[in-house]
């Protein structure tokens, strides 16, 4: 996107003289082919018709023929339901020439396309649908890059512009289909041009997003990337027909076309190739799993041919399997989707996301672009929030958070600046000076109350605390009136403020014991700090070993059982970033910076020439003052988020002490469970109950919070126990079935058509039954039936191999819908259920069917 952007230098005239005088003098674009659109008001809203902007247009000469009004929808641009917006003037290009084109303007016509957008920011949307005047004009225009080429060139589609035709020769060489023709809709046939296009389109906005440092991942524009790889991948591979590795193959032809105006694609092309690589052959996994998932589910399906919505949204969540793709495989296989569920489950997801975004930082009372000009105008000067560093540790050892005295300057209430609020409104409350942490640098927001003078019986608690604009805004349900010029004092909540300080000195903790023990390649992607516990995400090359997370945890406990001294000191930014081995962000720091170090004064880092073993990052959280508090440390979690990107969760103190009770109880139930097994199993039934026995540990190891190390030794044990169980269960079961075969034998001399039922608890052994006799009888039509005390039928099948009259899926799936269940299988065995009260009028039906077919 080419454009250029004014706050308040200039506005309408100067920016369409400028766009009309590049166009058609610096590019020379004929004028008799540009046509612009402006707005056309809207009676509604009271917006008349910019008739300023027409009259600038017309002064450059522009004739009036070529001059459009248009609605809301086209000119009138907006960011979001609510913010900076206004109406916007766009040029329009005619390919073809030599008529009048304005009918075809804004009715996506291929040959009349707009080229380039004017936007003018007068207006701000309100939450309530209104619009505001701005206190300040501006001016955001932007102009396709693509589009502007297409016109330079001649050319009718933006894919012959030599932006494209390189990516796109490449395409052909690694695909098996013809070169690309340009075809669209019904003309093209497969959808072969189209995937042309979509691989052209993706891997640019890959390349260039990578080596911009973002990167595949689960959340934000980390997972539209994903998404946009996943769908790269699979017009690839199922529509190219291109080998894996095709899609990073065109890196480098990406980096020639562009790599002059983004020159990190040059220098990152083997990294760009190695991220598209690694992330294209996790998908492609992911989808072998998934279609083995799918399968597996449709085999066990009882309940007719509708494909349970939980799957699904297990397989798109986790695997990150496309739902589309889900639905076609299903539509091949007849079976339908159970729809209600999956977007069940979809809402509960879009619910959970919002409210972690809530948790996460968002305000019900977010201080508006009008009222944060109205405190500048009124001069309210910015909250002064050092007092929040200002605490200490006593004599006994505990923390000191001194209350802090301020005068309220200003009240926000239903998106305005107010004078007072009454008992029972939520507002938002700037002070001149606060002790509280507004949300910032990863560390959620502190809570407390304050008390009003006079009033000191009275609290209002203070239920979050944002930054708006260099002013702290506590949000506050009023419990009294409330006015500006109120004398006020603040409490924190010291319990929660002190535990966010465990656990921020904690995570710069971790991120020197990552780098101290995978090395310096370790990079933070991302944390959150809370009361309950941290969450660190960094970037390395797959899961964390046993060995290493417990290498990571004993170097955090050293440092907490040494009670380091926590070091700050404010030095001007130039000064900060020379220290050796500092730990930043990718983001903007104030100058002058904070500078938190661990163990080391902040003074001695800067004198020294060499590489000090210490934690040392720039942070405006606060800290502990002592490494001693945290008391103890425990990762709780630890997993890839994507290739490459990893997250740990971690707790402390207290919670870090349960978490280890947890696992040394969870490790015995596992040392006694393996003690068992190690003896003789008795029977079938015991074997199925140390299966489900070992099943439901397994599920208590995964969900529990204990040391990730452990979780992950205690996994490996509890998988060699299922495999020592199912071994023992498959055993008996090959035992039982071979008892039922021998008495069903004896009972069918010389049959070749075998309808019968056994005494089975399971599919399996019923299964194996009918694989034994037709083992002991290979010419035998054999069908059993295993009728449960709940009325539900087990039902198995095997027809001799190589015939061609009766097929064993047809076979039981008769016998099995007839009862209200489903079966499935292959023309030789097949297996099924369904319900039932009487058994015998299911006998009659599947030896009626097989004779039918046999002639027996």
Request: hydrophobic share 40%; net charge negative.
């Amino acid at each position: 996107m080419l454009g250029n952007w004014s706050f308040g230098d200039y506005f309408k005239e100067e920016a369409c003289a400028m766009a009309w005088q590049l166009l058609t003098q610096v590019y020379g674009i004929p004028k008799d082919r540009l046509y612009i659109s402006h707005f056309g008001g809207e009676p509604t809203l009271g917006l008349s018709v910019d008739e300023e902007t027409r009259e600038i247009w017309l002064g450059l000469g522009v004739q009036p023929d070529h001059i459009l009004p248009f609605g809301l929808r086209e000119n009138f641009w907006e960011m979001g339901e609510t913010g900076p917006c206004g109406p916007c003037t766009e040029i329009h290009y005619d390919h073809r020439g030599g008529r009048n084109a304005a009918a075809l303007v804004n009715r996506d016509s291929p040959e009349v396309v707009e080229i380039w957008n004017l936007v003018f920011m007068q207006y701000n949307r309100e939450v309530d649908g209104s619009l505001r005047p701005l206190p300040a004009l501006s001016v955001d225009t932007g102009m396709g890059l693509e589009r502007l080429v297409t016109v330079l060139q001649g050319k009718r589609s933006n894919y012959d512009t030599d932006l494209f035709t390189p990516l796109l020769g490449a395409i052909h060489q690694s695909s098996r289909c013809p070169p690309y023709k340009g075809l669209t809709g019904g003309a093209d046939v497969g959808k072969v041009d189209m995937a042309y296009r979509v691989l052209a389109d993706h891997i640019r906005t890959l390349s260039v997003c990578i080596a911009d440092g973002v990167y595949p991942g689960m959340s934000g524009a980390e997972l539209v990337l994903r998404r946009i790889l996943r769908r790269a991948v699979r017009f690839s591979t199922e529509v190219l027909q291109a080998p894996p590795g095709t899609l990073a193959s065109l890196v480098p032809t990406v980096a020639h076309i562009l790599g002059d105006a983004y020159p990190e694609l040059i220098s990152g092309t083997n990294r760009i190739m190695d991220i598209i690589n690694d992330n294209e052959a996790q998908f492609l996994s992911s989808l072998q799993q998934g279609r083995r998932v799918i399968d597996r589910t449709l085999l066990k399906m009882d309940d007719g041919k509708v494909f349970p919505g939980a799957v699904a949204w297990a397989l798109h969540r986790n695997l990150g399997f496309p739902l589309d793709l889900i639905g076609l495989m299903l539509e091949e296989r007849g079976v339908s989707m159970d729809t209600e569920t999956l977007n069940k489950l979809a809402l509960e997801n879009a619910k959970l996301q919002s409210q972690a975004a809530h948790f996460e930082g968002e305000s019900n009372v977010a201080v508006d672009l009008h009222s944060l000009a109205e405190l500048h105008s009124k001069e309210v000067p910015p909250t002064d929030d050092s007092a929040k560093y200002t605490y200490s540790l006593g004599q006994d050892g505990r923390y000191e958070f001194p209350s802090c005295q301020a005068t309220v300057l200003a009240l926000y209430c239903g998106q305005a600046l107010v004078q007072e609020v009454l008992e029972g409104q939520k507002c938002g409350v700037i002070l001149d000076r606060t002790s509280f942490y507004a949300e910032q640098g990863g560390q959620t927001h502190d809570r407390g109350y304050f008390t009003r003078e006079g009033l000191q019986d009275v609290l209002f608690p203070v239920e979050a605390v944002q930054l708006a604009g260099g002013y702290v805004v506590h949000e506050v349900t009023a419990t009294e009136t409330l006015r500006t010029g109120d004398e006020i004092r603040l409490f924190v909540d010291e319990a929660q403020r002190l535990a966010c300080m465990v656990k921020h000195t904690a995570t710069h903790i971790l991120n020197f014991a990552l780098r101290w023990t995978l090395g310096d390649a370790v990079e933070q992607r991302g944390s959150h700090v809370t009361s309950d516990r941290l969450r660190f995400d960094f970037s390395v090359k797959g899961a964390l070993s046993v060995q290493q997370l417990q290498e990571i945890e004993r170097t955090i406990q050293d440092i907490v059982q040494k009670d380091e001294h926590v070091h700050v000191q404010e030095l001007p930014l130039t000064l900060a970033r020379g220290i050796q081995g500092l730990r930043t962000m990718d983001e903007v720091y104030p100058d002058p910076v904070r500078v938190v170090s661990v163990g080391v004064p902040v003074s001695d880092l800067v004198n020294s020439t060499g590489l000090l073993p210490t934690s040392v990052e720039l942070c405006c959280g606060t800290h502990l003052l002592r490494t001693g508090e945290i008391k103890d440390f425990v990762i709780v979690a630890e997993k890839q988020l994507v290739k490459g990107i990893s997250r740990i969760v971690a707790v402390t103190g207290e919670e870090a002490r349960e978490a280890r009770e947890a696992g040394l109880a969870l490790a015995q139930d596992v040392e006694s469970l393996s003690v068992r097994l190690a003896s003789v199993i008795p029977s079938l039934s015991t074997a199925h109950r140390l299966s489900k026995e070992v099943g439901q540990l397994t599920d208590a190891v995964d969900s529990t919070a204990i040391p990730q190390w452990q979780r992950r030794e205690l996994q490996a044990k509890l998988k060699a126990l299922q495999r020592t169980t199912n071994t023992a269960v498959r055993k008996l079961e090959t035992k039982e079935a071979t008892r039922k075969v021998q008495t069903l034998l004896e009972k069918h001399v010389s049959e070749t058509l075998v309808v019968d039922t056994v005494d089975a608890d399971s599919i399996s052994v019923v299964m194996k039954t009918v694989n034994q006799y037709s083992e002991r009888s290979p010419g035998a039509f054999v069908m059993l039936l295993s009728h449960q005390p709940c009325g539900k039928v087990l039902c198995a099948c095997q027809v001799p191999k190589g015939c061609t009259t009766l097929s064993a899926g047809d076979w039981a799936l008769a016998v099995c819908t007839q009862i209200g269940g489903n079966a499935g299988g292959s023309p030789t065995v097949a297996k099924g259920t369904g319900s039932t009260v009487d058994l015998k009028e299911t006998l009659e039906l599947a030896q009626r069917f097989a004779q039918s077919r046999t002639r027996h």
